[in-house]
């Protein structure tokens, strides 16, 4: 997600930056340049306890989406402590300590903060465990509502804020340079921020192996040969291509959302509440008839831009079929 774009992206439009340490870059809506490439450790008080637990992260400002502290089940140091809890240093909430065989018990303290909303490892680790998923940072860069006094404050800056209140209250424990990659907006040069975001995609798998084939068949061929691992390359390692982009300009994807008082509540991933449709009246019509309601009690929501690359390259489809 580009927060100065206020959209998604594709992984072809973010630029991978490597850094070997400490460097700061240079953000779009921040005065001053935001530093990274920083691994802060702090600790989280164990329950009705004396005891601790370190963890580190190089997005500090995450931890006001963390849901749970991780352990490695085998993990000596921490059995006595499963399935207790910590508590939030800034915020009413206690983290569960869990375990999962993702943490590296050989890493730094052998335990993970997790923050299901934030991170795509520890999005299928909230998923394994069950954990709630809490946004902690809204479309815009800023701190979202579930932050208690840092909602509504720029991500980075809440970065600085939360290392001094965490120096204040006694919970700072380190602060060590770190080799990382920094994803980056090709357009926009702001800092990719990973969202729980839905969205349209198409599915590429079917595809990607009928064009695989094709050239294995040698009904296709690639000249000069040498190509061909480069085309195997790409096409054996596809994912769902995401065609939906936040945009006010573009074509519209043609479904709508369908909401009304009439009838029960939808949500984003549900099928039934989405009705696709080459018009809004077409689509009012298809809901009238479905939920068997009058259109004037319907409302439609409707509010993603085709992809430009998926767009344009639709095009072609579009003369063809008319003619």
Not at 56 to 72: F, I, Y
Not at 183 to 212: F, G, H
Not at 250 to 279: K, M
Not at 297 to 304: F, M, V
Request: proline share 6%.
């Amino acid at each position: 997600w580009s927060c100065t774009l206020k959209s998604a992206i594709s992984d072809i439009e973010v630029e991978k930056t490597e850094l070997k340490g400490r460097t700061l870059i240079r953000v779009p809506g921040y005065e001053e340049p935001v530093e990274f490439g920083m691994l802060i450790y702090f600790a989280y008080p164990v329950e009705d306890s004396k005891e601790e637990i370190i963890v580190a992260t190089t997005r500090l400002e995450t931890m006001l989406g963390d849901t749970a502290v991780v352990v490695h089940p085998d993990d000596e140091r921490y059995k006595h402590l499963h399935g207790k809890y910590v508590q939030h240093p800034f915020l009413p909430r206690r983290l569960p300590i869990l375990t999962d065989t993702m943490v590296d018990p050989a890493f730094g303290s052998g335990a993970v903060k997790v923050t299901p909303a934030h991170d795509p490892n520890d999005f299928e680790c909230g998923r394994r465990l069950s954990l709630p998923f809490i946004t902690c940072i809204n479309d815009d860069g800023l701190m979202s509502s579930e932050c208690g006094p840092y909602a509504g404050k720029l991500r980075f800056d809440v970065r600085r804020q939360l290392l001094s209140d965490l120096k204040e209250r006694g919970l700072y424990r380190d602060a060590k340079e770190n080799e990382m990659v920094i994803p980056i907006c090709s357009r926009s040069k702001d800092i990719i921020e990973p969202l729980l975001k839905p969205q349209w995609y198409v599915n590429c798998k079917t595809m990607a192996q009928r064009s695989i084939d094709a050239v294995r068949s040698k009904q296709l061929k690639i000249l000069p040969t040498i190509f061909e691992p480069v085309w195997y390359k790409w096409l054996e390692d596809t994912r769902d291509w995401c065609i939906s982009r936040q945009l006010w300009w573009g074509h519209r994807i043609p479904s709508y959302f369908v909401s009304s008082d009439e009838i029960p509540a939808g949500s984003d991933v549900d099928d039934q509440y989405w009705i696709s449709a080459h018009t809004s009246e077409e689509a009012l019509e298809k809901a009238a008839q479905r939920f068997n309601i009058p259109k004037d009690k319907i409302r439609l929501k409707q509010g993603n831009a085709f992809r430009t690359m998926f767009e344009s390259n639709a095009l072609s489809f579009v003369f063809l079929f008319n003619r």
